[in-house]
């Protein structure tokens, strides 16, 4: 096998301006800005924050970087590793379907953190999450194909986090290829479709990916020495090719609901059923859900913890049934005893729909039967999740909705707006003046 190195990530990843990203590119990574907030700040009211705050506080990581949604304050590593277990807390965060997993949300603790650190604008640290997501899902597709295996979120985020600091601290070329090169190698596995059949707090990987990505950074400041990473193999070199050309940060897909992404079909079935037909969940006597293989797959037992009900296809469509919504809200640990949705959750079944499976993963189809009390039986057309890259009503403004939304018990309509004006209109604002106003905003009595 050939070996030889490619600078062109590396040159990339330093050398890219924010006048040097195309207007699309710019629109959609303010979205990608307020999205990846909205994870981190709903994270913060999760067990798996606690945990990782638990965690670098046992590791004495204390230092002078704040994190989102709480006052204590760490060290760099220290940072990556308690926001890496807060952004994928509440699986609110985007997706990016040819990787099946979750780009932004794989990198964002250790970039955020860095940039905190380096006092960096706001625009320069959107720049350098956009430069995150384009060779993040690079190395994700190569990967893939490399080892025939879908290693997930956390796997990808190791190299995402490595770009990311790595840019923000100034690295050199050849320090960054091997700050890359390490955290290619040492990148976790995260055998994603375990989670998906056994929820856990495991879910993607997020911070196991976050944690090595800091470390090899901070590796290779301490001397450590790796070589190649899997984009300067000849066969995936290919990828390279259209940096600064292709986007595809412009084609990630972004979610309404806290929940795996395939029960959002399902979901957004019933939901519309409901609004078209006029029944109430005390009306339904059976619903079935078609949908692809790997859906089907996910946990439908009554879950114990939050997770348990994220990662499942059952309880989040029963709670859309009942609730008429899936956020904070629907999965937080006191709701996971509701009556009304447990009792729904027995009504559900699953089926694996061969036309839904053929179109599986370029496309997530579903759609639903639902029979009312009453011996009606009703039919749903087949149904996409919302937020996809094809639906016409995604764009900004569709994020700032879904930021209100979904941050409406932990921030005032006030604050919610000045943030918001930060993110969209203010970007010269230093990160850590945004960082303060999140943290002097939130509420933390719910």
């Not at 926001?83 to 250790?110: E, K, L, Q």
């Not at 596995?189 to 950074?217: C, I, Q």
Request: net charge negative; with cysteine.
């Amino acid at each position: 096998m050939e070996f030889i190195t490619d600078h062109r990530t590396e040159r990339y990843i330093l050398d890219t301006k924010w006048k040097d990203l195309s207007e699309k590119a710019k629109i959609h990574i303010q979205m990608c800005g307020v999205d990846l907030m909205t994870a981190l700040i709903l994270g913060s009211y999760g067990n798996q924050f606690k945990a990782g705050q638990k965690l670098a506080q046992s590791m004495g990581l204390s230092g002078s970087i704040p994190v989102i949604g709480s006052d204590t304050r760490y060290n760099l590593l220290g940072a990556s590793i308690v926001m890496g277990h807060s952004s994928n807390s509440f699986d609110i965060d985007d997706g990016y379907r040819m990787i099946c997993g979750h780009p932004g949300t794989s990198f964002v603790a250790g970039t955020l953190a860095t940039a905190w650190d380096r006092d960096v604008s706001y625009r320069e640290y959107l720049t350098t999450l956009s430069v995150c997501y384009e060779i993040t899902i690079r190395w994700a597709l190569a990967m893939q194909d490399h080892y025939h295996f879908m290693h997930s979120t956390g796997a990808y985020g190791a190299f995402g986090t490595a770009a990311g600091m790595g840019r923000l601290m100034g690295l050199d070329e050849k320090q960054l290829n091997n700050a890359l090169s390490v955290a290619d190698f040492h990148a976790p596995m995260v055998p994603v479709m375990r989670s998906v059949e056994y929820p856990s707090m495991n879910k993607d990987g997020v911070p196991f990916g976050a944690l090595v990505g800091t470390m090899a950074v901070l590796e290779t400041l301490s001397g450590t020495t790796g070589k190649t990473h899997i984009l300067e193999l000849p066969e995936y070199r290919k990828h390279l090719d259209t940096l600064g050309n292709v986007y595809y940060g412009t084609e990630l897909y972004f979610k309404p609901y806290t929940c795996c992404r395939w029960a959002h079909q399902p979901i957004r079935a019933c939901q519309n059923m409901m609004k078209e037909h006029g029944f109430t969940f005390r009306e339904v006597d059976h619903v079935k859900i078609n949908t692809f293989g790997s859906a089907a797959r996910l946990s439908k037992i009554k879950p114990a913890s939050t997770d348990e009900a994220q990662y499942n296809i059952a309880f989040p469509v029963a709670a859309a049934l009942v609730h008429g919504d899936v956020s904070y809200s629907q999965v937080r640990e006191e709701a996971l005893t509701d009556p009304n949705v447990l009792n729904m959750m027995d009504r559900l079944e699953f089926s694996v729909d061969p036309e839904m499976e053929r179109q599986f993963p370029g496309k997530r189809l579903a759609w639903c039967e639902i029979t009312l009390k009453s011996g009606v039986r009703l039919r749903s057309r087949v149904y996409d999740a919302p937020g996809e890259p094809e639906d016409p009503e995604l764009g900004l403004d569709w994020i700032l909705k879904k930021f209100k939304r979904i941050t409406a018990l932990m921030l005032n309509e006030t604050d919610q707006d000045m943030l918001l004006d930060l993110m969209t209109r203010q970007l010269d604002t230093p990160v850590r003046v945004l960082v303060e106003k999140i943290n002097g905003s939130l509420r933390r009595d719910i």
